[in-house]
C-alpha cells in the first residue's frame, strides 16, 4: 500500500445491509465510485467465515489501492495483513494492536463525544479519531450523540486525520466537513442505497 490519504468517504461494511452473498459486488460498486477506506465490520459471523470475507475484501481493496481496516479484531487484522484495524472503547488497547500489527499499520480509535479520548489517542499513537454519532443512526440508534464543535476543536488541536461518524447523507455531510472532518464515515447512507456508485460520487463532491 501506498500512503493511505485520509481525505474523504470512509466505507462501512454491515451484517445486513452487505450480506455475503452480495458484499463483494456492492463493495467493488463503492471502491469504483471513490471510497478512499474501507472498514469491514461484522460482529455476527464465526471466524472462518469472517477471515474468509475479510481475505476478499482485502484483494478487491489492494486492486484499488484503498487500505483495508478491519473493525475490533487485532487478531484476525494480523492474520491477513490487512492495512489496520479499528478499536472501540471496549477494544485491545491502542498500544496493544500496534505492537502486534507494527509501525505502518492504521490504527483508528472510536471517540464518541469525548475529546479526552482523543487526545489520549493521539499521544498514543493513534493513526486517527473518530467522533460520532453525529446524526439519528439507523445502524446504532442508542449510540452516543456528538456536537459538531467536536470537529472544529479537532481541527485546530489535533495533528491526526478526524472521521465523522453516525447518520451521514450527502445532504448533512456537507457541514461535517466543514467543521473540519476530514472523512465521512458511512455505512446505510452509502449500502442502503440503490445505486451505491451514484452514493460515493455524490460524497465525494463534499470535499472538492
Known amino acids: 500500500m501506498n500512503r493511505p490519504v485520509f481525505r474523504g468517504l470512509y466505507a462501512i461494511t454491515d451484517n ?25 465490520r461484522d460482529k455476527g459471523s464465526d471466524l472462518q467465515i469472517r477471515r474468509d470475507q475479510a481475505e476478499s475484501l482485502l484483494k478487491l481493496c489492494r486492486q484499488a489501492g484503498v487500505p483495508l481496516i ?15 484495524v479499528h478499536l472501540g472503547r471496549a477494544d485491545p488497547q491502542l498500544e496493544q494492536g500496534r505492537q502486534r500489527l507494527g509501525p ?64 451521514i447523507t450527502p445532504e448533512n455531510g456537507a457541514a461535517l466537513v466543514a467543521a473540519g472532518a476530514d472523512m465521512l464515515a ?12 451514484s452514493a460515493c460520487t455524490q460524497f465525494n463532491r463534499l470535499f472538492s
Open 16 to 40: 445486513h445491509l452487505t450480506p455475503p452473498e452480495t458484499m463483494l459486488l456492492q463493495v467493488k460498486q463503492a471502491l469504483a465510485g471513490g471510497a478512499r477506506m474501507l472498514q469491514y
Open 70 to 84: 478491519i473493525n475490533d479484531d487485532v487478531e484476525l487484522a494480523q492474520a491477513i495483513a490487512a492495512d489496520g
Open 104 to 167: 505502518k499499520a492504521i490504527i483508528g480509535i472510536s471517540c464518541y463525544n469525548d475529546f479526552d479520548i482523543a487526545l489520549r489517542a493521539e499521544k498514543s499513537g493513534a493513526s486517527y479519531v473518530a467522533f460520532g454519532r453525529f446524526f439519528p443512526s439507523a445502524t446504532k440508534p442508542a449510540a452516543i450523540s456528538a456536537p459538531i464543535d467536536l470537529l472544529h476543536r479537532a481541527r485546530t488541536e489535533l495533528h491526526i486525520p478526524t472521521v465523522a461518524i453516525g447518520g
Open 186 to 197: 458511512v455505512i446505510h447512507g452509502l449500502f442502503g442505497r440503490p445505486d451505491i456508485r
